[in-house]
């Protein structure tokens, strides 16, 4: 049983940065996959990145390649997302979520076992 918890989330101008945290609970924050995604009103969930549980590998949405970075600090039981050159299309609610499988960086939601509550994120033009 994992437990996340989103931050970071707010209100910024087109051409901004933000940057949000995932902070998971227990011990065993190393042995699981992450992923970000983002939902909109009447729209599914949509993969944002992807980071393996050692870092050492990423897989990112083509939407947000070369904007966004998805990182983790295991140390600390969190994982991030630094957002730049931020569009009014990357107005979402973020969620973080988790994969027991800790190579395992796929860009399917189904996969994920453990979410986040969300974060939302808006980007004014």
């Known amino acids: 049983q994992v437990q996340l918890v989103e931050s970071g989330g707010g209100l910024v101008q087109a051409g901004d940065s933000l940057r949000l945290s995932c902070a998971a609970s227990g011990r065993t924050f190393s042995t699981y996959a992450m992923g970000w995604f983002r939902q909109t009103p009447g729209k599914e969930r949509e993969f944002v990145a992807a980071?393996?549980?050692?870092?050492?590998?990423?897989y990112y949405a083509d939407s947000v390649k070369g904007r966004f970075t998805i990182s983790r600090d295991n140390a600390k039981n969190t994982m991030y997302l630094q957002m730049n050159s931020l569009k009014p299309g990357d107005t979402a609610v973020y969620y973080c979520a988790a994969n027991r499988i800790q190579y395992r960086t796929s860009r399917n939601s189904y996969e994920y076992d453990y979410w986040g509550q969300g974060t939302q994120v808006t980007v004014s033009s």
């Open positions: 980071i393996s549980g050692s870092g050492g590998s990423t």
